[in-house]
Nanobody, 124 residues
Framework: VQLQASGGGLVQAGGSLRLSCLASGRTFSRDNMGWFRQAPGKEREFVAAISGSGGLTLYADSVKGRFTISRDNAKNTVYLQMNNLKPEDTAVYYC??????????????????WGQGTQVTVSS
């Protein structure tokens, strides 16, 4: 499977961005999808995940109430709507897919497919 993320950019604190991830190469609706991020000098961090049907979601505490993950299986696309952005949200954001596992997880090694990343920079 290939995952192509887009939508990153530079935004002021308090602003919004929407990331998109286009998937190809397998039956997209079977996979739980998610987003991770990595800031310079820091470990990769879980952000959000969504089940194949879109009925279940999971968020990191640091983004709960500000970020919303969603998906459109007809378009093979998963989205991350990011509102009220903070400078600490600055990172490269990666789209991931888990290859059809049961349940949502925050564990990076349980995601089999990773996109190339898109940079999000939030200025203060």
């Amino acid at each position: 499977v290939q995952l192509q993320a887009s939508g990153g950019g530079l935004v002021q604190a308090g602003g919004s961005l929407r990331l998109s991830c286009l998937a190809s190469g397998r039956t997209f609706s079977r996979d739980n999808m998610g987003w991770f991020r990595q800031a310079p000098g820091k470990e990769r961090e879980f952000v959000a995940a969504i089940s194949g049907s879109g009925g279940l979601t999971l968020y990191a505490d640091s983004v709960k109430g500000r970020f919303t993950i969603s998906r459109d299986n007809a378009k093979n696309t998963v989205y991350l709507q990011m509102n009220n952005l903070k400078p600490e949200d600055t990172a490269v954001y990666y789209c991931v897919a888990d290859g059809g596992r049961m349940g949502l997880t925050r564990t990076p090694k349980l995601y089999d497919y990773w996109g190339q990343g898109t940079q999000v920079t939030v200025s203060s």
